[in-house]
């Protein structure tokens, strides 16, 4: 199946999307990002096709702009059901809110020893930025890691005005 591509800039560098046939974004990555994309990692065949990801970019410049709150574009990122069912409960976290990761286990209906579990989805999750995994800290209210890095997750809770005091 046809993978396609492009880059486009944003106040946290160069994003690299990526979408299958069907025009649903597979994968938003950002530079230096941990187990991210990369130009020289996508796949074989994969045809760069800037217009493809149009409204893509339109959204991501208003969000950056301030002016769009929740993302209204089809998504499909592959992972377990677990990860699946992770990544879901991210999409209910709303913007200028935060969550815990022990808050998305119980969302999820996972004991509290799936907490650690829940971390490594939340990880992996190959659509930083519109699926909102930046929006998940500690219990204690800690800023813990983000796969874009710990300034990038600061720059977005900061544009959505949701940065813990601490």
């Known amino acids: 199946m046809t993978k ?8 946290l560098g160069e994003l690299l999307l990526t979408a299958d046939a069907d025009g649903a974004l597979t994968s938003l990555s950002v530079p230096g990002q941990k187990g991210g994309r990369t130009v020289q990692g996508l796949p074989d065949g994969c045809v760069r096709d800037p217009a493809r990801f149009a409204e893509v970019t339109r959204q991501l410049d208003a969000y950056f702009a301030g002016e769009l709150k929740e ?4 998504l499909r990122a ?5 990860r699946r069912r ?5 999409d ?4 200028g809110a935060t969550t815990s990761y022990g808050a998305v286990a119980a969302a999820i209906g996972a004991s509290g020893v799936a907490v650690r ?3 490594g989805a939340i990880g992996a999750n ?3 930025i519109v699926r909102p995994c930046h929006r998940v800290i500690g219990a204690s209210g800690a800023l813990t890691g983000y796969a874009g890095g ?5 720059r977005l809770l900061t544009l959505e005005g949701s940065l813990p005091h601490f």
């Open 4 to 11: 396609y591509c492009t880059t486009v800039g944003s106040p």
């Open 71 to 74: 993302f209204d574009l089809k």
């Open 78 to 82: 592959e992972g377990t059901e677990f």
């Open 86 to 90: 992770v990544w879901g409960a991210l």
């Open 92 to 95: 209910d976290v709303p913007y």
């Open 117 to 119: 579990a829940v971390g």
């Open 126 to 128: 190959p659509l930083l």
């Open 150 to 154: 710990l300034e990038r997750k600061v």
